[in-house]
């Protein structure tokens, strides 16, 4: 019985978790740790935009804010079917404490294990400049709308940053300064993850 149940265990996949306010850098670093890891980014907006449900594709159609169940459904089902890479990067989510209940359940129905989070921390005015210049390229209308923007600062304070910091009592949880270049907080992430030091 034991050396079946041996034979039977698989070890959690890894999962790199990227957190901060908008605009600064976790999707530019999730994207260069894919790169550079064989990690796959988990990008929800991408992952609900390309989902072949036609309730989902109706409501993101229309602007209506989607159910945080209806995500966690999604991600699990996108999960289980990408389970061929050593590991995964999560950029953005969750963002709220409601959502990071649904995220540890997804953690424990994915047998996926939360082995690092990297709190990209910025001051509001260089967030803001950055927005500001991503907007000239990005194509995303929130970018370059005022009011969208002061919205998505107030759902970071109010809920995504309480959420982080209830976070910090994780021991791998780090928090870098973001305001750095794009390089040197690259290499701060590596040199906190010894498995992509020795790739």
């Not at 690092?116 to 400049?129: G, Q, Y």
């Amino acid at each position: 019985m034991i050396i079946e149940k041996l034979e039977n265990f698989k070890a959690p996949k890894s999962c790199v978790l990227l957190v901060g306010p908008p605009g600064s850098g976790k999707g530019t670093q999730a994207s260069i740790l894919e790169s550079k890891s064989g990690y796959k980014h988990i990008s929800t907006g991408e992952i609900l935009r390309s989902s072949k449900s036609s309730k989902i594709k109706k409501m993101m159609k229309t602007g209506e804010l989607l159910p945080d169940s209806l995500v966690s459904r999604e991600l699990k089902k996108y999960l289980k079917k990408n389970m061929d890479v050593p590991g995964f990067i999560f950029d953005g989510y969750p963002r709220n404490p409601k959502q990071k209940f649904y995220f540890d359940d997804i953690l424990k129905e994915c047998n996926l294990k939360l082995d690092h989070i990297f709190f990209l921390n910025v001051p509001e005015k260089v967030m803001k400049e950055r927005i500001k210049e991503r907007s000239r390229t990005s194509g995303r209308s929130d970018d370059n709308n005022p009011e969208a923007l002061n919205r998505r600062l107030k759902e970071y304070k109010t809920q995504t940053l309480p959420m982080i910091e209830s976070m910090r009592k994780n021991p791998n949880f780090i928090e870098i300064k973001g305001e750095g270049s794009v390089s040197d907080i690259t290499n701060i992430i590596f040199e906190n993850i010894p498995k992509f030091n020795s790739k």
